[in-house]
């Protein structure tokens, strides 16, 4: 009896590795990933410091990280939320042996507003950000990276993204606007709208752009304020060919009228423009900003002091009315 009560464990211990092999154990290899936000804003150009890496009390910058396997299905996500640009999340997780690719978004929202609607992340091929159709200034800046990911059981490895800004950002300039009395607001038109971009299944963009055949869409709208020489906003687009761009001014009458010659552009994905109407000298500016540090647009195009700046309107819809 005694050796029997003895052998019973073997016997049991034998069984198991026999109904065992190693291609059973699934091994995880521990993952640390950083998520830099401070790339989507610091190759754009600012008027004054902290325009865009700042976002203002009331508001969350949200920075998204969703990882995918081989068949492009969410393995895992994490989110952190934060006051500005300037904070790096940081996640560990521990992951089998194999190739992902790690998305990392960020995203601006308010305690009553949505500058974007994100859907259908559970994949990469469903992956979908839509515009809620909003102006939104600096607020509405989307950044966006795909990052391929390679997961080995030899040892743990750190990972850094540098989040890109999705799009491009145009800084936009009313100056001189005491010329008239009789003005209600001023603003920028557009042909084009960014809608919304989908995911293909390597993490790379496809963007859908909506085209008129008239300037509906109001990219900047600022409320004229006699206390001010002029003011100035951003606007956030998708890349884009062939975009038509005028400013215009609403009239206290209730009637619009076109300001300048507008122009046609094409819209590239990371850079910064200025666009810029003199109310005064009827002189307009449409530049690509170039330079490698910041701020480094001409001096002598921002002579005027007292510009009104307004970062968010966010509650003004894109569609022209």
Same mark, same amino acid.
């Given at each position: ?5 003895? *052998? ?35 190759? @754009? ?25 081989? !068949? ?5 996500? %994490? ?11 940081? %996640? ?11 998305? !990392?978004?960020?995203?601006?929202? $308010? ?6 609607? +994100?859907? #259908? ?8 950000? %839509?515009?809620?159709?909003? +102006? #939104? ?29 999705? $799009?491009?950002?145009? /800084? ?16 920028? @038109? !557009?042909?084009?709208? *960014? ?19 008239? @300037? ?21 687009? /998708?890349? *884009? ?6 400013? !215009? ?52 195009? /921002? ?6 700046? *307004? ?11």
């Amino acid at each position: 009896m005694k050796k029997l009560l003895y *052998c019973a464990p073997i016997l049991a211990l034998g069984m198991l590795a026999a109904s065992c092999s190693n291609e059973d154990i699934t091994v995880e290899s521990a993952v640390t990933i950083k998520v830099n936000p401070a790339t989507v804003v610091s190759s @754009l150009y600012e008027r004054t410091p902290g325009d865009l890496s700042s976002i203002g009390r009331g508001y969350t910058l949200n920075v998204d990280l969703f990882i995918y396997n081989e !068949a492009g299905v969410l393995v895992t996500s %994490t989110s952190e939320q934060y006051s500005d640009y300037t904070h790096v999340m940081s %996640t560990s997780l521990k992951l089998p042996a194999g190739d992902y690719t790690a998305v !990392a978004m960020t995203h601006v929202t $308010g305690s009553n507003i949505n500058y974007w609607n +994100i859907a #259908g992340t559970d994949r990469l091929d469903t992956f979908t950000v %839509t515009d809620e159709g909003y +102006i #939104g200034g600096n607020r509405k800046i989307l950044g966006l990276s795909s990052y391929a990911l390679k997961v080995t059981e030899s040892n743990s490895r750190e990972h850094s993204i540098n989040v890109q800004c999705a $799009g491009a950002v145009a /800084f936009i300039n009313i100056q001189n606007w005491n010329r008239y009395s009789n003005i209600e607001e001023y603003k920028l @038109l !557009a042909n084009k709208s *960014c809608d919304n971009l989908t995911l293909d299944s390597k993490g790379q963009p496809t963007y859908s752009v909506e085209t008129s055949q008239n @300037l509906q869409w109001r990219m900047f709208l600022m409320d004229y304020n006699p206390d001010y020489s002029g003011g100035y906003s951003y606007s956030f687009m /998708f890349p *884009c060919t062939n975009i038509s761009l005028r400013f !215009a001014a609403k009239l206290t009458s209730g009637s619009s009228v076109y300001l300048g010659s507008g122009c046609v552009a094409d819209i590239e994905k990371g850079k910064s423009y200025i666009f810029r109407y003199d109310v005064t000298s009827e002189q307009e500016d449409w530049l690509i900003y170039n330079g490698s540090n910041r701020p480094a647009a001409p001096t002598e195009s /921002f002579e005027v002091d007292g510009l009104l700046y *307004c970062p968010g309107s966010n509650s003004v819809k894109i569609a022209h009315k």
